[in-house]
């Protein structure tokens, strides 16, 4: 008989992901990965602030979808689920994106909205990390949205949706990212972020969460920022602690440097290099709220959420 496998793709606004797994029969074992990828398409460059999906962005997209199908069909994939965030959930052209990979790759996508993306990245979480019976605070730095969870092994306390993604924040503080980032903007992100945020410095006082665990780019950035160098998604393990001395360095430079040093600092992508500034000032201020001293890396988010749920089914 043919194995099922699966494709789960991650339609981010910074990246697209994709994940091609077989399940193995008798399907108690672990599923195999056959695949892992993913595309910088920055969904959210150049319109996400303004609501809309620009041009080059919507062709990146479909043109990065056209690549997954192919991959699709070169591993006989048996099943396809994708989902859509941020970018494609707050934009007037989202549903014509969607409906423009549906005709030329057959691809169904679903966009989910923030608190079932924030059910899913804690599901991936806890495959990466074991979380045991004491609340972490999860989080994941989207491109248009952040997530934070506060859970443990088997319970979500609280969880909530912030559309306040990286590609936001550099629009709103950072337009011009070619030099350092200004010391102006640096309050006035810290600023807005501390009122948005209120909900969360709520729900940590009530949960008192004993580590921060961070998924997506900007933390798999600042973990490769501390090894020195750019790891691949193969290379990736499903999680790295990243030391608070190391992530302080990483902060510094990131503040001090223009856009060409940053750039060339070893473990740098050079498309996350401005992002990571906006992002790092999140950090900051939530370990700030929090008082947490031990943070780590989770490798696995949304998509490995998404295997997890259709594991237990």
Known sequence: MRHRRLALIDMGTNTFHLLIVELPEPSHQQPVTLLRTKVGVRLGEGGISKGEIAPAAFERALHTLVGFKEEIELHQVTEVRATATSAMRVTRNGPALAQAIFEQTGIQVEVIPGEREAELIAKGVRRA???????????DIGGGSVEFIIADATTIFWKQSFEIGAQRLLDKFFPDPSG??????????????????????????????????????????????????????????PSTVLALSSFRASYQQLLSLPHEQRVALPGILPMRADMLVVASVLIDLVLKMTGVTNMQTSAYALKEGLLAEMLEQ
């Open 180 to 237: 350092v980032f200004p010391p102006e903007a640096l309050a006035a992100e810290q600023d807005y972020l501390t009122t948005v945020l209120a909900p969360l410095a709520a729900a940590v006082q009530q949960y008192r969460p004993v580590g921060i665990v961070g998924a997506s780019g900007s933390f798999d950035s600042l973990a490769d920022m501390q090894l020195g160098r750019l790891r691949t998604e193969a290379e990736l393990p």
């Open 129 to 139: 990390v074991p979380l045991g019976t004491q609340p972490h605070l999860l989080m």
